[in-house]
């Protein structure tokens, strides 16, 4: 049965940092692009960012690209989320999402998603 | 960025009503769409992928249809189950984007 268990949200000052973690089970994390979908409470839903399945290719929306990094480590089979300068309009249950097709790059809609973690930036 | 349009916003229908969500592109996206089920404090679940393909598991009453820049969601006879908030995603360029979201309520 595949799982994916989000950790690490929280409250923080606007300007703060935190990250978010997802440990992924029941499929082979390693052959599988993954990423971060974020909802803030009462709005729709919000691709965050993206990454391929070595790490090395990586993609990020605009709203958050130059302050949030999106990582791996496949040998612990999780997905990590480092959000820097947190913004007020940040604040949203972030998802991890696991991609949907086996391939090197990116492929695109979504097969799995965790239960997600709040994050509010508020002061 | 490719921006999606879904309507209507909400839909009030009753059980065993036939239901049809549009979604719009702003770009051509061939048919790299996905669709969607939301429940209240639940992460979304998928339906379709490739603009009708049917993900394992989901009843056959959701079907998908469209390519370009139009598509549709259609749920054949509405059950107590499908109240929900269903939302669409196209996947054929970054940054992925997805639609507002469709309310289904009970009439």
């Known amino acids: 049965e595949v799982q994916l268990l989000e950790s690490g949200g929280g409250s923080v000052q606007p300007g703060g940092s935190l990250r978010l973690s997802c440990e992924a089970s029941?499929?082979?994390?390693?052959?599988?692009?993954m990423n971060w979908v974020r909802q803030a409470p009462g709005k729709g839903l919000e691709w965050v960012s993206g990454?391929?399945?070595?790490?090395?290719?990586?993609q990020y929306a605009d709203s958050v690209k130059g302050r949030f990094t999106i990582s791996r480590d496949n040998s612990k089979n999780t997905l990590y989320l480092q959000m820097n300068g947190l913004r007020v309009e940040d604040s949203a249950i972030y998802y991890c999402?696991?991609?949907?097709?086996?391939?090197?790059?990116?492929?695109?809609?979504?097969?799995?998603w965790g239960q997600g973690t709040l994050v509010t930036a508020s002061s | 960025d490719i921006q999606m349009t879904q309507s209507p916003s909400t839909l009030s229908a009753s059980v065993g009503d036939r239901v049809t969500i549009t979604c719009r592109a702003s770009?051509?996206?061939?048919?790299?769409l996905a669709w969607y089920q939301q429940k209240p404090g639940k992460a979304p679940k998928l339906l379709i992928y490739?603009?009708?393909i049917l993900e394992s598991g989901v009843p056959s009453r959701f079907s998908g249809s469209g390519s370009g820049t139009e598509f549709t969601l259609t749920i054949s006879s509405l059950q107590p189950d499908d109240f929900a908030i269903y939302s669409c995603?196209?996947?054929?360029?970054?940054?992925?984007?997805f639609g507002q979201g469709t309310k289904v309520e009970i009439k």
């Open positions: 990454i391929s399945t070595s790490g090395y290719n990586t």
């Open positions: 490739k603009a009708s």
């Open positions: 029941g499929f082979s994390f390693s052959t599988y692009a």
């Open positions: 999402a696991k991609d949907g097709v086996a391939t090197i790059s990116f492929h695109g809609y979504f097969d799995y």
């Open positions: 770009q051509s996206i061939n048919n790299w």
């Open positions: 995603q196209q996947y054929s360029s970054h940054p992925w984007t």
